[in-house]
Structures are given as structure tokens and as C-alpha cells.
């Protein structure tokens, strides 16, 4: 049995081998760290800057993005009140425009009826006219065939035909002056 003792079991290292693989981690972990980590390390602060830099780029762009957006804000802030500026100017114009044509319209209405007033007294003064030379014809006429005498004098015949409207116009006059 001391033979079976002193076989080696296949499971447990022989200690020259747990020596060497020691000292071989351990260069091994010398190296990693001389010349692997420091290259991981550098790859990481790079890494780490970009994406810093990254986040401040999208921070500046943010903060950019907001400020454009209250400038366009104000702006359109501004346009609304321009536009509704511009709509009230324009209604008070268009009222003042109306108003202006409502009295020229009214001026030109009144200096329209004026001149058709004046023509209507001048269209009445010459009817009236032509009636009373139509009157004091036909009146000369009658009043020659009633008396039988020509009033052929005119003279006389202007006195006659004055006379008989004055007594027309009297006589009109109080009949009209009785109707009312």
C-alpha cells in the first residue's frame, strides 16, 4: 500500500507545476497590466470623453433648440399681434373709407335733389310764364269776343291781362288758404 500512496493522483498538480503555472500568471498579469490595461484604460477615457462630449453637444443643442424655439415663439407672438395690429388698422380704415363715401354720397344726393329742385322752379317758372301768355291770349281772345272791341292796344291789353291774374292769384289764394 505504501506503493498506492506514493502514486500520484491525477486530480492534484504536481507542485513544479503549480509553481510554473503561478509564475506564468503571473507575467502574464505583469503584461496585462504594462501594456493591455493601460490601452483599455485610454480606449475607456476616449470612450468616455465622446460620449461626454456627446451629451454637452446634445445639451448645447438642446438648450440652442429651446432658445430658437422661444425666439420663434416670440416671433410668431409678435406676428399674431403685427397681424391683428394690422387687422384693426385696416378695420378702422374701412370704416373711415365708408363713412367717407356714405357722405359723399349723401353730398352728391343732396347737390343732386338741389339741382333738380332749381330745374323743377325754372321748368315751373317758364310753364307758369307760358301759361300766362297762354292765359292772356285766350283771356284778350275771350274778353274780345264778350266786349266785341279789339284790345289790340297793348297797353292796354298788358293792364288787362296783369289785372285778371292778379284776381286769379287772389281768388286762388283764398281758396287755397280756406283748405288749409
Not at 45 to 74: D, S
Not at 106 to 135: M, P
Amino acid at each position: 500500500m505504501v506503493l498506492a500512496a506514493e502514486e500520484v493522483n491525477p486530480v492534484i498538480p504536481h507542485v513544479s507545476e503549480i509553481i510554473l503555472g503561478l509564475v506564468g500568471f503571473l507575467i502574464l498579469l505583469w503584461l496585462l497590466k504594462k501594456f493591455a490595461v493601460p490601452r483599455f484604460e485610454k480606449l475607456y477615457e476616449e470612450r468616455t470623453e465622446k460620449i461626454e462630449g456627446g451629451i454637452e453637444k446634445a445639451e448645447k443643442a438642446q438648450a440652442a433648440a429651446e432658445q430658437a424655439l422661444e425666439q420663434y415663439k416670440a416671433q410668431l407672438a409678435e406676428a399674431r399681434t403685427e397681424a391683428a395690429k394690422i387687422r384693426d388698422d385696416a378695420r378702422v380704415e374701412a370704416e373711415q373709407i365708408k363713412e367717407e363715401l356714405r357722405a359723399e354720397a349723401q353730398e352728391e344726393a343732396r347737390r343732386i335733389v338741389s339741382q333738380g329742385e332749381a330745374q323743377l322752379q325754372a321748368q315751373k317758372a317758364q310753364i307758369i310764364a307760358e301759361l300766362r301768355a297762354e292765359l292772356g291770349r285766350n283771356s284778350v281772345e275771350l274778353a274780345s269776343r264778350i266786349i266785341g272791341e279789339s284790345l289790340e292796344d297793348e297797353a292796354r291789353r298788358r293792364g288787362t291781362i296783369d289785372r285778371f291774374l292778379n284776381e286769379l292769384e287772389t281768388s286762388g289764394n283764398g281758396a287755397a288758404g280756406a283748405r288749409t
